[in-house]
């Protein structure tokens, strides 16, 4: 998803600018302390959560890093990452990952539905797992939808760009 250019920027006196710092705080919150299920609850049941490989071809051939993502997934497919989380099988997360989501650049714009609203952010995540002196440091940009589900609002469309190319992390079991 890219940002679109008609859309106006909200400021961030605006209230709607304001809630949606407060539910990526809490986003981040509850995927540093591994309340997955919580966490599908900010979801929208169609959501479409992605990670586009990233790529240094001359922008004649730039769309080939649309075509082919790191990852690609609805509703139903986190669902099963996060069940299997809490199995014995999930051994990449085993011991689970201290994560730090530090989430900051965030732009709000308005979108011709009034429901919905496109959000950019950028985002530093920092991985450790276990005693292990090695960790990650992953830094991106996020391209979210937002929607107003019943009051509320919901994730429902994510892409994440890292800045890397080549990603040197072991596995990317977490959540962004």
């Given at each position: 998803m890219q940002m679109s250019e008609n859309g106006k920027n909200l400021s961030p006196a605006d209230p709607?600018?304001?809630?949606?710092?407060?539910?990526?705080?809490?986003?981040?919150?509850?995927?540093?302390?591994?309340?997955?299920?919580?966490?599908?609850?900010?979801?929208?049941?169609?959501?479409?959560?992605?990670?586009?490989?990233?790529?240094?071809?001359?922008?004649?051939?730039?769309?080939?890093?649309?075509?082919?993502?790191?990852?690609?997934?609805?509703?139903?497919?986190?669902?099963?990452?996060?069940?299997?989380?809490?199995?014995?099988?999930?051994?990449?997360?085993?011991?689970?990952?201290?994560?730090?989501?530090?989430?900051?650049?965030?732009?709000?714009?308005?979108?011709?539905?009034?429901?919905?609203?496109?959000?950019?952010?950028?985002?530093?995540?920092?991985?450790?797992?276990?005693?292990?002196?090695?960790?990650?440091?992953?830094?991106?940009?996020?391209?979210?939808?937002?929607?107003?589900?019943?009051?509320?609002?919901?994730?429902?469309?994510?892409?994440?760009?890292?800045?890397?190319?080549?990603?040197?992390?072991?596995?990317?079991?977490?959540?962004f």
């Amino acid at each position: 998803m890219q940002m679109s250019e008609n859309g106006k920027n909200l400021s961030p006196a605006d209230p709607c600018y304001a809630e949606i710092i407060e539910f990526l705080h809490h986003e981040a919150e509850l995927l540093d302390h591994g309340q997955f299920s919580d966490w599908l609850g900010m979801l929208t049941g169609d959501v479409r959560y992605r990670m586009p490989v990233r790529s240094n071809l001359a922008p004649a051939r730039s769309d080939y890093k649309e075509k082919t993502e790191i990852f690609s997934e609805n509703m139903a497919s986190l669902q099963v990452r996060v069940k299997r989380l809490s199995t014995d099988y999930a051994w990449a997360e085993s011991p689970r990952s201290r994560t730090r989501h530090l989430v900051t650049n965030v732009r709000v714009r308005l979108t011709e539905n009034p429901q919905e609203v496109e959000v950019s952010s950028y985002i530093l995540v920092y991985r450790n797992r276990s005693n292990s002196s090695s960790h990650d440091l992953l830094s991106g940009e996020r391209q979210d939808l937002m929607r107003r589900v019943d009051g509320k609002w919901r994730l429902a469309s994510r892409t994440v760009l890292l800045d890397q190319v080549v990603v040197g992390s072991r596995n990317l079991s977490i959540f962004f």
